[in-house]
């Protein structure tokens, strides 16, 4: 797809204040290739500067000394979810937000606790989140603390003491039995506006519709929103690009479907051009699987937009997967850079690492596509033509009448944690991950599933240790096996994660690290520093510190905590720390905890851990409970077909939150026997919905809970017979 260009011409706002990169970084080095100021002694937004770097001017902590990196402080967040949040650092408080859209204000020195705000969300709403409840961050401007909970509202609180100052409703349609928005990403400042989007694309069977909105900084006032995609046929368009978005959908398109592309990370504001680019996510749903000749781009989804900040007009787009049918969102967070790439002429780019596998390079000013270059193993496409802008298709791609081993899953190359651009060594490092999925038309593979909430009337099946195409194949139908799968990449582990140095000039990859082998290790977003340093946690539990030129191990510090989130660094009193919040969680919800993950073994404790040269061991969280403890199960009244009915609506609709064996959500296997007497209430009747647990009656029947039931009861008695060392009856 060639970009197009709406965007007219502005002056930067930068020259209208008066104001030069150069005054801005008065006592840092000088980065050519930096377009904003970077990160110093503080750490004044999400990604450290304006571009998104995630990378910092400091240097006491360095490739010669990161060794002697040990603890400085703790503080316990008072929750055991995952924690995908980078700190921010501003007059020596530290501000961060935890799941719900919680909000901590603590000394940066010493870890003491000033304020927290809770944002008063409805615990049941957590069934509009498709990956945790998880928050990506604050910010903060002119003594107010930004922060989007949960539930897609927006609140204004007081730097000083957390009370809040305004709050603004963001989502469209709230209370409709569709509903299934959730706000989990990053807020945006612009020169006058707050702007946020939401998630909600893979869920509700197609309800969601994409869209970022701007609200007054000051007031909270609404001020414009863009829709990613067209409304249903017939209905009015909001604003113009809709209708030139509308001609990319199928002429029959079913409007009962809500088209998805939702806006749910990855917002950037570049106040040169005064323009906010954003990614969106797959179409909703995705899952209407079609042959690679029946397919329609529908735009904006999967794409890269462009819109100016004061009207919400789109300038330019740029569309990374046309007709999405993989889940390739092109949320992953951007990097804004000053890179001769394209030729010798240096140029203000816009950098992703996409969830698709190729790293896209485009002109930030116009959108036009520079580069376009897989950083990981990649086979939905042979390459990108860029004069055109269009992905060279696989027969691969097309799954639509039989199942196909996909490079990269649905899971991406890439996804939320964030990569690092070093503007001293020029290269990027991106927490990659190398794995396929085996993606099922579920309607065409005659398996007793057609629907899976949270991928339609599709399946993507991750082949990792857990693969056992005997069982998968009696719900999805059949699937090649494990050593079929393993013959596309030879030696090479089919599931594992990889620390990659790519430089987008050669683009090519310089240096790599294997973070995780054979399972999803959820590892870590990664910083970078002028000490030539590169500093990543992983799910294993250790924080590891890199060479950055040469990508050599210079630490590893075992923390306890399975680390997703990215680390940053600032300096008080002379002394530079590092800080990292941790806490498994996220997309991790939908599976069991594997034993080389430390929430494993360790109590899943929510903390900020703060780093220091000459620190101490860190101190390290309770040991959880024995996970493999079956309760005595009830009496079992069911037949055979009842329970098999009740094995394809717990895969349908519950395994989306609650799977077999360690997790932060219960293993209902493992039921004690009051919760058995209040099942039903519970699915149906909203009994817990208090503890986050909504009521199911809309999407399951009476006696699919039954059903269910029945076949957590049948699997209960088979683990407590094994447990007691009988040979379970089938």
Known sequence: MVPINLRRPLLGLLCVLGITTSSLQAGLPDFPAATHPVAGDEWRFVGGDEAGTWFSALADINDTNAGQLG?????????????????????????????????YALNAATGEVLWTFHPGIDPASARNACC?????????????VFVASEDGRLHALDAKTGAEKWTADTIIGRGKSSYTYASTGAVLLTGDSVVIG?????????????????????????????????????????????????????????????????????????AETDQIVFGTANASPYSRVKSAAERHDDLFNASIVAVNAKSGRMNWYYQETPGDAWDYDAVQKFVFANLPVGGSETRRVVMQASKNGFFYTLDLKTGKLLAADPFAYVNWAKGVDLATGRPQFTEVSDYSAKPKNVYPSWAGAHTWNPMSFSPKTGLVYIPTVDQPNVMVNLAANKGKLEHLEGFFNANGIIPDDTYDEATLSRLFGPLPTKAELQKERGKTSLVREVLKAWDPVAKKVVWEQVTSDRNRGYDGGVLSTAGNIVVQGRGDGTLRVYNATTGAQLASIQTGSHIMAAPMTYRI??????????????????????????????????????????????????LRPDPFTYPAPPPLRATAAKIAHGEAKFTEFCSRCHMFGPGITPDLSRLPREIHGMFNDIVLGGALAGNGMAPLGDMVSKYDVE????????????????????????
């Open 573 to 622: 009193g002379g002394v530079q720390y590092i800080a990292v919040q941790v806490g498994y969680g996220g997309v991790g919800i939908s599976y069991p905890i594997t034993p080389a993950d430390i929430a494993y073994k360790n109590r899943n404790t929510n903390r900020i851990l703060v780093f220091k040269l000459g620190g101490g061991p860190v101190p390290q969280p309770e």
């Open 132 to 144: 945790d409840t998880v928050n990506r961050g604050v910010a903060v401007r002119d003594g107010v």
């Open 71 to 103: 603890f400085a402080w703790a503080y316990d967040m008072g929750t055991e979810r995952g924690q995908e949040a980078t700190p921010l650092v501003i007059d020596g408080v530290m501000y961060t937000s935890g799941v719900w859209g919680i909000v």
């Open 198 to 270: 939401n998630s909600g694309a893979d869920l509700g069977d197609g309800s969601t519709r994409g869209y970022i909105s701007a609200w007054d900084i000051r007031t909270g006032a609404f001020k414009w929103r863009f829709f990613t995609v067209p409304p249903a046929p017939g209905q009015p368009f909001e604003h113009p690009e809709l209708e030139m978005a509308a001609k990319s959908w199928a002429p029959d398109h079913d409007g009962r479907y809500q088209n998805g592309g939702t806006v749910w990370d990855g917002l950037s504001y570049d």
């Open 707 to 730: 059903a269910i039931h029945a076949y957590l009861i049948d699997t209960q008695r088979k683990g407590y017979e094994a447990q007691r060392g009988k040979k379970p009856t089938s």
